[in-house]
């Protein structure tokens, strides 16, 4: 079953006649009748009925019920041909981990969407993990995550460097230089970084100190800090916009942790210019935190 074919067929069905669908395709009457005798010799039932000496031809059963199937035969061809013409780099996959996507990625986002408007721009939130993953299978053009590993096939680049601060309720009476001995772990609220920052809590918190909350998104902060007198650590980008919708303020860590590297993964197939052209708008937005170390 060929494009030519249902062409032909709908053309005679929409004109009633051999000839008047041929015309209306610009071929002559014998390519027209061939071509509806070959469609119902590979259907292997009749669609019209041909009466002698008549020029209009009448459906059959089977015939009416193939018009509907012909029309969305047409749509599917129709997109599959689109499809095809496609340009790949008409679109970009992204993934970030949500501690990024949270506070620094938006601004990103709609700079990227407003220099480059043929683009259309897919998100996804998914952890360090599935990010490699589904770069690994051509699921997702570029990610940004915290917790790097070694995956064949995908490449892991150092995107920028932030140190780590104390944000606190107003509530709490700190000086503007915390040690971690000086805090309490009853009023935590843990968030899972990276596994250097397990290490660095590990050391100075004892097990058996249960925290306020332990969380995974760090939307949750900003309604947790406005219920309760509680503190958490952060990165510097997400603390400096917390700040800003928060009863927060943010303070500097003696023997805090490690600072906190965000890398970005690609894979085998790539799409160099938007590829690139987000990576640009986040480094103009990182050009906004001098304290923050960008590798881009």
Same mark, same amino acid.
């Not at 199937?69 to 496609?86: G, N």
């Not at 952060?234 to 927060?248: I, M």
């Given at each position: 079953?060929?494009?030519?074919?249902?062409?032909?067929?709908?053309?005679?069905?929409?004109?009633?006649?051999?000839?008047?669908?041929?015309?209306?395709?610009?071929?002559?009457?014998? !390519?027209?009748? #061939?071509?509806?005798?070959?469609?119902?010799?590979?259907?292997?039932?009749?669609?019209?009925?041909?009466?002698?000496?008549? *020029?209009?031809?009448?459906?059959?059963?089977?015939?009416?019920?193939? +018009?509907?199937?012909?029309?969305?035969? #047409?749509?599917?061809?129709? @997109?599959?041909?689109?499809?095809?013409?496609?340009?790949?780099?008409?679109?970009?996959?992204?993934?970030?981990?949500?501690? +990024?996507?949270?506070?620094?990625?938006?601004?990103?986002?709609?700079?990227?969407?407003?220099?480059?408007?043929?683009?259309?721009?897919?998100?996804?939130?998914?952890?360090?993990?599935?990010?490699?993953?589904?770069?690994?299978?051509?699921?997702?053009?570029?990610?940004?995550?915290?917790?790097?590993?070694? +995956?064949?096939?995908?490449?892991?680049?150092?995107?920028?460097?932030?140190?780590?601060?104390? !944000?606190? !309720?107003?509530?709490?009476?700190?000086? $503007?230089?915390?040690?971690?001995?000086?805090?309490?772990?009853?009023?935590?609220?843990?968030?899972?970084?990276?596994?250097?920052?397990?290490?660095?809590?590990?050391?100075?918190?004892? !097990?058996?100190?249960?925290?306020?909350?332990?969380?995974?998104?760090?939307?949750?902060? $900003?309604?947790?800090?406005?219920?309760?007198?509680?503190?958490?650590?952060?990165?510097?980008?997400?603390?400096?916009?917390?700040?800003?919708?928060?009863?927060? /303020?943010?303070?500097?860590?003696?023997?805090?942790?490690? @600072? /906190?590297?965000?890398?970005?993964?690609?894979?085998?197939?790539?799409?160099?210019?938007?590829?690139?052209?987000?990576?640009?708008?986040?480094?103009?937005?990182?050009? *906004?935190?001098?304290?923050?170390?960008?590798?881009?």
């Amino acid at each position: 079953m060929t494009d030519q074919q249902i062409q032909c067929f709908l053309a005679v069905v929409r004109t009633g006649s051999i000839s008047g669908g041929a015309q209306a395709l610009y071929v002559t009457q014998p !390519a027209a009748s #061939r071509c509806v005798r070959t469609l119902e010799e590979e259907l292997g039932y009749p669609l019209f009925r041909r009466g002698k000496g008549q *020029r209009r031809v009448e459906l059959t059963d089977r015939g009416r019920a193939f +018009v509907s199937v012909a029309e969305k035969w #047409r749509i599917l061809w129709k @997109e599959t041909q689109e499809l095809a013409l496609q340009d790949e780099n008409s679109q970009l996959v992204l993934s970030s981990v949500g501690s +990024v996507s949270a506070y620094l990625l938006p601004p990103v986002m709609r700079r990227f969407l407003e220099g480059w408007p043929q683009c259309s721009l897919t998100f996804h939130h998914y952890s360090s993990f599935l990010s490699y993953d589904y770069v690994a299978g051509g699921l997702v053009d570029l990610a940004l995550i915290s917790d790097d590993r070694y +995956v064949p096939g995908v490449e892991t680049v150092p995107a920028f460097r932030e140190p780590m601060l104390l !944000a606190a !309720a107003e509530g709490l009476s700190l000086p $503007e230089r915390v040690h971690p001995a000086q805090l309490d772990p009853r009023r935590e609220l843990r968030l899972p970084w990276n596994p250097e920052y397990d290490l660095w809590h590990d050391f100075w918190f004892r !097990a058996s100190d249960r925290p306020r909350a332990v969380l995974d998104m760090m939307p949750m902060l $900003e309604q947790l800090f406005s219920w309760e007198s509680c503190w958490a650590v952060v990165p510097l980008s997400a603390g400096l916009r917390l700040a800003r919708s928060a009863p927060v /303020r943010l303070h500097r860590l003696e023997e805090g942790p490690p @600072e /906190r590297i965000i890398y970005y993964l690609q894979g085998r197939r790539r799409k160099p210019e938007l590829t690139r052209g987000l990576l640009d708008c986040l480094k103009k937005e990182l050009e *906004r935190y001098p304290e923050i170390e960008v590798f881009l």
